[in-house]
Antibody, heavy 120, light 110 residues
């Protein structure tokens, strides 16, 4: 059974870059059957899809964040990462990594979430 | 791309049914049969409950069912139980490798 775990700083200063890593266990991130996604949720609010990456390196991003977001993958470590630049308080949220089915287009496994606060 | 519209809240007594709507457009909900539903308890990660409009993953009780008509999808929880009290989010593929979530509905078991 796939397990995902987010890691990274819980506090980021405004205008800096938010960086998170998701480590997968129980399965190989190199599987071509899945995409690997990032999703965020501000406190008390709904979910927002940030983007996804395939083991091939192909990426797709939410247009609302496209100019600031980069998702990368390291198959040797079974990890994928999120970088979000020029952050503001509006980027304060719980960030989830999740597995996205290639053909089923569903998010079936999620990490526990990582709270990132943007504050000076 | 706007979030899908869900009612903020819904409620029912134990044993009753509650139905949650998820309204989008012909570019997302109405255009694809890739609507999924997620249950989220406080402080926890979302859990997949329904995919491809009406299919249930293994382990999800058959009390949970999904449907779609036009640009609106629905999740029905029958025989409400205390553990069903949670937030529920719909999600839809929106074309061009883009995904959109709903605004979320808090279900209260009275």
């Amino acid at each position: 059974q796939e397990q995902l775990q987010e890691s990274g700083p819980g506090l980021v200063k405004p205008s800096q870059t938010l960086s998170l890593t998701c480590t997968a266990s129980g399965g190989s991130i190199s599987s071509g059957t899945y995409y690997w996604s990032w999703i965020r949720q501000p406190a008390g609010k709904g979910l927002e899809w940030i983007g996804r990456i395939h083991t091939s390196g192909s990426t797709n991003y939410n247009p609302s964040l496209k100019n600031r977001v980069t998702i990368s993958i390291d198959t040797s470590k079974n990890q994928f990462s999120l970088n979000l630049s020029s952050v503001t308080a509006a980027d304060t949220a719980v960030y989830y990594c999740a597995r996205l089915g290639l053909g089923t287009r569903l998010f079936d496994y999620w990490g526990q979430g990582s709270l990132v606060t943007v504050s000076s | 791309q706007s979030a899908l519209t869900q009612p903020p809240s819904a409620s029912g007594s134990p044993g009753q049914s509650v139905t949650i709507s998820c309204t989008g457009t012909s570019s997302d909900v109405g255009g694809y049969n890739y609507v999924s539903w997620y249950q989220q308890h406080p402080g926890k990660a979302p859990k997949l409950m329904i995919f491809e409009v009406s299919k249930r993953p293994s382990g999800v009780p058959d009390r949970f069912s999904g449907s779609k008509s036009g640009n609106t999808a629905s999740l029905t929880v029958s025989g409400l139980q205390a553990e069903d009290e949670a937030d529920y989010y719909c999600s839809s593929y929106a074309g061009s490798n883009f995904y959109v979530f709903g605004t979320g509905t808090k279900v209260t078991v009275l």
